[in-house]
């Protein structure tokens, strides 16, 4: 859900290329507000699974459909 409603160009801020204009809070996913509390980061709440479930998550890529364009 998180991809589709912010629609994020890159997973983190590190992906970024060299004098991009959009900040990371707004291009990068993990430094996104989440979309169902605001005060979160997608970078938070992954952490807060790791820390839940002993398991060692990461986000390698994603990918977004858009029809109508």
């Keep these: 859900m ?3 409603s912010m629609n ?3 997973v983190s801020r590190d992906d970024l290329p ?3 204009d959009a900040s990371a809070a ?4 993990l430094d996104q507000a989440y979309i169902r509390d605001n ?8 952490q807060e699974t790791i820390a ?4 060692n998550i990461r986000v390698n890529r994603f990918v977004r459909f858009e029809l109508g364009q």
């Design 2 to 4: 998180q991809v589709a």
């Design 8 to 10: 994020p160009r890159v």
């Design 18 to 20: 060299e004098g991009e």
């Design 26 to 29: 707004e291009a990068a996913l």
């Design 39 to 46: 005060h979160r980061t997608i970078r938070d709440l992954i």
């Design 52 to 55: 839940k479930t002993g398991e």
